[in-house]
């Protein structure tokens, strides 16, 4: 805030009214116009058969609720959600779980069009779904190419509760969260943007309209919706490239260092005499995959991944192993390691699972 200006005239205090130096915007009605029609309601059906009802196939039942003809009654239940066209072709983003199970997948325009969509492929680990419809004349998101900083302004845009498409207002309150115990892979972007059900799978978008995340929870850990006014984010980067892996794929492909680790605890960093109780041991390693061949092997220490510390305690070591996994087969990964208190730097070239089955 700018602090008045005072003028004082024949002993008289008087204000001296000056243009704002504000620049945000008054409205972010443009911001919404611009992303409004790249995001879409999700409806998703779920049939029920007598056989896996078995009180349908109960005679007194099916006599009160005159089903006695019908052998195999259904039962169609709707789940709501939301997502985002990021092609003009009609590829879709939105969260594994709104779609997770559904024998159906239907999703609604804003221009009220609707159409039944084709799961293209999950990522579970980050809790992504890609989906494609075959409609004409699809406005795709923009996506947004300036690094994130907290306190900028961010609009949630969804349909939550089924009411219809949505925008909450907030700001970035943090970036880079992990370790809170929802997605095997957490890099969440924090807002303060109320995300409630039915926005899940929907478009976090900045005050120009473009694409910074994919909404996926609020953080309720007293039980009330919306009483921490937490929200969470997937980073708009992490769903693209989980996006193009699928299209090009049939399904996400992450570097793989091939190791076995645990945190160091205080017990640990004594033991082997570390400068700081911070790092991860390797207690295995395979036989000819990256990190063996660059040269690692059991009992080294790692302190460091591609120049960050890993941090003390299970979430921070987490955390440097998401680092490797976020990255790509053939990239390399620089390791800070102690081995028998010599420091040493291994760069490893980075493959792809073997045994992964996504």
């Given at each position: 805030m700018v602090a008045p200006q005072i003028s004082v005239q024949d002993g008289r205090a008087t204000f001296v009214h000056r243009p704002s130096q504000n620049t945000a915007p008054a409205s972010y009605a443009q911001a919404v116009q611009h992303a409004a029609h790249a995001v879409v309601n999700i409806y998703t059906r779920k049939k029920f058969t007598n056989e896996r009802r078995p009180l349908f196939n109960d005679p007194l039942f099916?006599?009160?609720f005159n089903n006695a003809d019908s052998s195999r009654q259904?039962?169609?239940?709707?789940?709501?959600?939301?997502?985002?066209?990021?092609?003009?072709?009609?590829?879709?983003?939105?969260?594994?779980?709104?779609?997770?199970g559904a024998d159906e997948i239907v999703v609604q325009l804003q221009d009220g069009r609707d159409?039944?969509?084709?799961?293209?492929?999950?990522?579970?680990?980050?809790?992504?779904?890609?989906?494609k419809i075959a409609l004409d004349q699809l406005t795709a998101i923009s996506?947004?190419?300036?690094?994130?900083?907290?306190?900028?302004?961010?609009?949630?845009v969804g349909n939550p509760f089924g009411m219809g498409q949505t925008v909450t207002q907030g700001i970035i309150s943090a970036v880079g969260r992990y370790g809170l115990g929802i997605n095997t892979f957490e890099n969440f972007i924090q807002t303060d943007a109320a995300i409630n059900p039915g926005n899940s799978g929907g478009a976090l978008i900045d005050a120009y309209g473009?694409?910074?995340?994919?909404?996926?929870?609020?953080?309720?850990?007293?039980?009330?919706?919306?009483?921490?006014?937490?929200?969470l984010a997937i980073p708009a980067e992490t769903a693209l490239q989980s996006l193009s892996d699928i299209i090009e794929f049939g399904?996400?492909?992450?570097?793989?260092?091939?190791?076995?680790?645990?945190p160091i605890t205080p017990q640990l960093a004594s033991r082997y005499?570390?400068?700081?109780?911070?790092?991860?041991?390797v207690t295995g390693v395979y036989k000819n995959g990256p990190a063996h061949i660059a040269g690692l092997t059991p009992g080294d220490i790692i302190i460091k991944v591609n120049d960050q510390k890993v941090n003390n305690g299970l979430s921070g070591s987490l955390r440097s192993m998401q680092e490797v996994k976020e990255s790509r087969p053939g990239e390399e990964?620089?390791?800070?390691?102690?081995r028998n208190n010599t420091p040493l730097t291994i760069t490893a070239v980075l493959s792809i699972n073997p045994n992964s089955s996504e």
């Open positions: 099916r006599h009160f259904e039962r169609m239940q709707s789940a709501l959600g939301s997502g985002v066209i990021v092609t003009q072709s009609g590829y879709l983003l939105t969260n594994n779980h709104v779609i997770q159409a039944q969509a084709d799961l293209i492929g999950i990522d579970k680990e980050n809790d992504l779904a890609v989906l996506i947004n190419e300036r690094p994130l900083m907290v306190g900028d302004v961010v609009l949630a473009n694409l910074v995340g994919i909404n996926t929870a609020m953080l309720d850990r007293i039980g009330e919706n919306n009483l921490n006014g937490i929200g399904r996400v492909v992450r570097g793989w260092l091939g190791v076995t680790a645990q005499r570390l400068p700081s109780p911070h790092g991860l041991l990964v620089k390791l800070e390691v102690y």
